[in-house]
């Protein structure tokens, strides 16, 4: 990790500039696999399977056989704390559910809000040299309990033409049972367009590499939703003195492995700190088994020393981390300025991991900036909000006249007659 100190704002753009993502030209390779499963659906899903993931395909949906192998593959240990996570997670995720709305205005002019599950959505569910079993949980769970008509569980195949069993055995568990062996933007474009065996949905959720994150971008302009714009992971820890640097270390290095292209920042106030952090990264990398990427993520990250605590706070505010954890002495004052982060973890004992997996929260989360303006997946992400409004007899004489002055003044005499004509009718009927 490179170290600075104290850069000024001009330079915080540059130094904590994220690895590029060349979006376009990956693009260019992701617009004909969607064109190609929009034309020709199964098939091009079962071609893609033997092209990318080198495995022959002849049913692309897990079957009842298949789930029932993959729950007696998946240890008890794993079992018992999927289940614990599964309990935060659904415990966390039920409280976020608002009341329907409904409140008079003003006499006789009612209006209400109400939530509505979408009614079919898309799960794409990575498979690769970490297969997210967690992130099931993290998108299941909330679409089960808001009410999702359809959901469909989209994860690639390994070499046996099978999905990872933990994978599996934890859409079983909470209730999924559309789960299709496919990967890759091909998963995506299935998804956006619709085949044989691959409902079309209403909105996509997931994370995934850029090959994924290319397509839904291109799905979004298909009519899809998507749960956010992503780019690679990432995590800013803050630390004083009082942090523990072996903590510290874990937490870059937990953010580290994820990939490559990952970033993770230290921010701290002094030299010391930073160095007792970046010696304890170093003898905690040569330990583990995904060291080489954890290696190249950290030549694209960076320790900042900065000594004055408001500047610290715009320059976390400026880069707007996915994960941002906070150990520092004065933690509440430091978490009533931050404005823009995806989750905060608070002090010493509260590793990004506990987020990742089973505290409650959820893990999907805005990347590369995007904390700025997105919230992370919530309940709220599987609902949208109607209004309704209901106008008697009464009200529509008490607001009418309004309506009236205002579409007059925008010369929209249509708008202004709809609202005439009753008031007219009341008139005449009194």
């Known amino acids: 990790m490179r170290v600075i100190t104290n850069p000024s704002q001009s330079e915080w753009k540059k130094e904590l500039a994220r690895p590029v993502q060349?979006?376009?030209?990956?693009?260019?390779?992701?617009?004909?696999?969607?064109?190609?499963?929009?034309?020709?659906?199964?098939k091009a899903l079962?071609?893609?399977?033997?092209?990318?993931?080198?495995?022959?395909?002849?049913?692309?949906?897990?079957?009842?056989?298949?789930?029932?192998?993959?729950?007696?593959?998946?240890?008890?240990?794993?079992?018992?704390?999927?289940?614990?996570?599964?309990?935060n997670i659904e415990k966390f995720h039920k409280a976020q559910a608002t009341e329907d709305l409904s409140m008079e205005?003003?006499?006789?002019?009612?209006?209400?809000?109400?939530?509505?599950?979408?009614?079919?959505?898309?799960l794409y569910i990575p498979g690769g040299t970490a297969p997210l079993f967690s992130t099931v949980l993290m998108l299941g769970i909330p679409a089960?309990?808001?009410?999702?008509?359809?959901?469909?569980?989209?994860?690639?195949?390994?070499?046996?033409?099978?999905?990872?069993?933990?994978?599996?055995?934890?859409?079983?568990?909470?209730?999924?049972?559309?789960?299709?062996?496919?990967?890759?933007?091909?998963?995506?474009?299935?998804?956006?367009?619709?085949?044989?065996t691959v409902p079309k949905v209403d909105k996509?959720?997931?994370?995934?590499?850029?090959?994924?994150?290319?397509?839904?971008?291109?799905?979004?302009?298909?009519?899809?939703?998507?749960?956010?714009?992503a780019g690679p992971s990432e995590v800013l820890v803050y630390a004083d003195e009082t942090a523990i640097p072996a903590f510290v270390a874990a937490d870059l290095l937990s953010q580290a492995e994820h990939g490559v292209d990952s970033q993770v920042i230290l921010v701290t106030n002094t030299k010391e700190v930073a160095e007792k952090a970046l010696r304890q990264v170093e003898m905690q990398?040569?330990?583990?088994?995904?060291?080489?990427?954890?290696?190249?993520?950290?030549?694209?990250?960076?320790?900042?020393?900065?000594?004055?605590?408001?500047?610290?706070?715009?320059?976390?505010?400026?880069?707007?981390?996915?994960?941002?954890?906070?150990a520092v002495k004065n933690e509440d004052e430091i978490i009533k300025n931050i404005v823009n982060a995806g989750s905060v973890f608070i002090g010493n004992y509260t590793p990004e991991s506990a987020g990742d997996y089973a505290s409650g929260t959820n893990h999907t989360l805005p990347t590369y900036g995007y904390a700025?303006?997105?919230?992370?997946?919530?309940l709220d992400s599987f609902v949208k909000k109607i209004t309704y409004q209901k106008i008697s007899p009464r009200g529509i004489q008490n607001l009418g006249p309004t309506i009236e002055v205002m579409a007059g003044n925008e010369q929209l005499e249509a708008h202004k007659n709809a609202v005439s004509l009753r008031l007219k009718y009341l008139k005449d009927n009194a």
């Open 46 to 87: 079962i071609k893609f399977a033997l092209e990318y993931d080198h495995v022959e395909i002849r049913d692309l949906l897990v079957s009842p056989e298949e789930v029932a192998e993959a729950k007696a593959k998946v240890d008890d240990s794993l079992k018992a704390a999927i289940q614990i996570a599964r309990v």
């Open 204 to 229: 996509i959720f997931g994370p995934g590499n850029q090959y994924v994150t290319a397509a839904k971008q291109l799905a979004t302009k298909k009519g899809i939703t998507i749960d956010m714009p």
């Open 285 to 326: 990398l040569e330990k583990l088994p995904r060291q080489v990427i954890a290696a190249k993520a950290l030549s694209n990250s960076v320790a900042v020393i900065m000594p004055d605590q408001q500047q610290a706070i715009d320059l976390i505010n400026e880069y707007a981390p996915e994960h941002l954890i906070i």
């Open 144 to 196: 089960n309990l808001a009410g999702c008509k359809e959901i469909v569980l989209c994860s690639p195949p390994n070499k046996e033409g099978k999905i990872h069993p933990a994978i599996v055995y934890t859409a079983d568990l909470i209730g999924i049972t559309k789960i299709v062996k496919v990967g890759g933007a091909q998963a995506i474009a299935a998804m956006t367009h619709g085949t044989e």
């Open 105 to 122: 205005v003003m006499e006789g002019v009612t209006c209400m809000r109400r939530s509505v599950a979408i009614q079919k959505v898309g």
């Open 372 to 378: 700025r303006n997105y919230s992370g997946v919530s």
């Open 22 to 42: 060349k979006m376009k030209e990956i693009q260019k390779i992701v617009k004909p696999i969607m064109r190609k499963v929009k034309r020709q659906g199964d």
